[in-house]
């Protein structure tokens, strides 16, 4: 995906608040989505016009909030919390029974999470009277939904964003299940995280050690690389995580990079972008960064980003301070 032209870049996006124009504002999809908090209204976005100018970025805002999603979940007291359904919530059966021997399907939900390489979980649900339903996965901040199958389980690889990883699903009716794990290779990786919710066509784009769009070394969603170069220390990896065809679904990517691992010294650059396009155009948009701290904590930033209308359809935003730039030294 080169860029030639119609690029609208917020440079210095953080750093720099004040000068280009970072300011919080409450708005009725800011409370959907993070909370109530508010704070002071901006103004409207310049475009300039003429085919080749720049769409200057300004009115970006952003602060320290919560990611909350309005669902009640379940408490992680224990290794696997289980759950039933009510039996008034199951429908009644509308055939004879056959025989004294027929037994009813388990109703109960189970989960279990085991470390991978790369710093990877393996999670894994069941629940049987819960098939083709939407469920929200939460771990350390990082929240994505996903769909049950057929037969009510799922089946996920999900990057760690703590040692001691928990992870909480749950139903939209208070449902769910809890499972842990320890993943030991987590001070290994460096790892950020993008997230937001519906198709607002939010990117995250990592460029290693200087590499240009579209070169190699360039990841995104239409190359985000391969886990076994990461675990090997060649090259970053991203990751996408969320069933956008759910209604209103919570997406996230996470790039993760093995610093430990490594041979390669120097800087890299990373960006959240997105195409403006008939989905997103002339609307507020909004987005959550997380990124692993060395110390194991959770830097979070929230964003709200207003459109430009229609007539720029085709242009990208590109934020290149929402994320900061990584700094690797080889071994």
């Not at 039996?87 to 025989?99: F, K, N």
């Not at 190699?216 to 956008?244: C, I, Q, Y």
């Not at 960064?289 to 720029?312: M, Y």
Request: aromatic share 6%; charged share 20%; with cysteine.
């Amino acid at each position: 995906m080169l860029r030639t032209k119609e690029i609208l870049t917020a440079v210095g996006a953080l750093g720099c608040a004040i000068g280009i124009g970072f300011v919080m504002q409450g708005s009725e999809t800011e409370k959907a989505f993070y909370g109530s908090k508010k704070g002071e209204a901006v103004t409207d976005m310049p475009v300039l016009e003429g085919a080749t100018s720049l769409l200057d970025v300004q009115e970006i805002k952003l602060t320290s909030a919560e990611f909350d999603t309005g669902i009640n979940l379940p408490e992680p007291e224990t290794e696997v919390i289980k759950a039933s359904t009510a039996p008034e919530a199951l429908p009644a059966p509308e055939i004879p029974r056959i025989s004294e021997t027929t037994v009813s399907p388990s109703c109960e939900i189970t989960a279990s999470a085991r470390p991978v390489a790369a710093a990877m979980v393996d999670l894994r649900m069941t629940a049987p009277c819960l098939p083709n339903e939407r469920v929200t996965v939460h771990h350390n901040g990082m929240i994505f939904t996903e769909t049950t199958s057929s037969e009510g389980t799922v089946s996920l690889r999900v990057p760690a964003l703590a040692e001691e990883a928990v992870f909480i699903l749950a139903f939209t009716n208070g449902e769910g299940a809890v499972a842990q794990t320890t993943v030991e290779e987590l001070s290994d990786y460096d790892r950020s995280v993008l997230q937001w919710k519906g198709n607002t066509g939010f990117q995250i784009h990592a460029r290693e050690f200087g590499a240009n769009y579209g070169s190699e070394g360039h990841f995104w969603e239409g190359a985000p690389g391969d886990v076994a170069d990461a675990v090997s220390g060649k090259n970053g990896v991203l990751t996408r995580h969320g069933d956008m065809l759910a209604a209103e679904p919570l997406l996230a990517e996470v790039y993760s990079f093995p610093k430990t691992y490594t041979t390669h010294t120097g800087t890299i650059a990373l960006s959240v972008e997105t195409e403006v396009t008939q989905a997103n155009c002339g609307i507020e948009i909004e987005a959550q960064s997380l990124e692993v701290q060395a110390d194991g904590s959770i830097k979070t930033r929230n964003l709200t980003l207003p459109v430009p209308d229609c007539d720029a359809m085709g242009s990208f935003l590109v934020l290149n301070n929402l994320l900061q730039d990584l700094k690797v030294a080889g071994r």
